[in-house]
T-cell receptor
Framework: DAKTTQPPSMDCAEGRAANLPCNHSTISGNEYVYWYRQIHSQGPQYIIHGLKNNETNEMASLIITEDRKSSTLILPHATLRDTAVYYC?????????????FGTGTKLQVIP | DVKVTQSSRYLVKRTGEKVFLECVQDMDHENMFWYRQDPGLGLRLIYFSYDVKMKEKGDIPEGYSVSREKKERFSLILESASTNQTSMYLCASNTLGAEAGEQYFGPGTRLTVT
């Protein structure tokens, strides 16, 4: 079973910020939080990851709470191409080939 | 950019056929993975490999085998396809020492077994 909890779906108006929450209450101190997205009929695409501090890259920002039990992925100006399923995962930090468990994610619909 | 390619986007096979799904990555990654994705079940790991000729079972290896003869290529084999193997199959790779969550995925193969 996935160790993270996400809402099944969200809507966001085009041009607005999309804020996607994730609960990972069982995360260990050295485990990273990763975000992926999957556009329909494509493979998952890595977006961003973080440990304790907030992170930003060209795709998104990641806000992690101080207790690390939850995080929020922010797409600052959502476009129609951001419509996808977004996955939050916290894989074990014990090697590059450890199992990565994806849950069912949040289906984000960006509305014109 | 990392590129992971899969031999087919769509495949239709008959029950009992032997099916080969091929995956190739061009970034010299040591680790390669095969997942299947079904509605409501997320991604489930079938097998992974951390080196040539090495393989490890994932969560659902039954009915599948794998082959890794070259570093860049990881094949998933359905010895005798069954209708319950109709699914989206995803290949992924990452490098030795990479954090487990940083995997690069191929576009997927949607397999239908009739």
């Amino acid at each position: 079973d996935a160790k993270t909890t996400q809402p099944p779906s969200m809507d966001c108006a085009e041009g607005r910020a999309a804020n996607l929450p994730c609960n990972h209450s069982t995360i260990s101190g050295n485990e990273y939080v990763y975000w992926y997205r999957q556009i329909h009929s494509q493979g998952p695409q890595y977006i961003i990851h973080g440990l304790k501090n907030n992170e930003t890259n060209e795709m998104a920002s990641l806000i992690i709470t101080e207790d690390r039990k939850s995080s929020t992925l922010i797409l600052p100006h959502a476009t129609l191409r951001d419509t996808a399923v977004y996955y939050c995962i916290d894989p074990p930090n014990s090697g590059g080939y450890q199992k990565v468990t994806f849950g069912t994610g949040t289906k984000l619909q960006v509305i014109p | 950019d990392v590129k992971v390619t899969q031999s087919s986007r769509y495949l239709v096979k008959r029950t009992g056929e032997k099916v080969f799904l091929e995956c190739v990555q061009d970034m010299d990654h040591e680790n390669m993975f095969w997942y299947r994705q079904d509605p409501g079940l997320g991604l489930r790991l079938i097998y992974f490999s951390y080196d040539v000729k090495m393989k490890e079972k994932g969560d659902i290896p039954e009915g599948y085998s794998v082959s890794r003869e070259k570093k860049e290529r990881f094949s998933l084999i359905l010895e005798s396809a069954s209708t319950n193997q109709t699914s989206m199959y995803l290949c992924a790779s990452n490098t030795l020492g990479a954090e487990a969550g940083e995997q690069y995925f191929g576009p997927g193969t949607r397999l239908t077994v009739t």
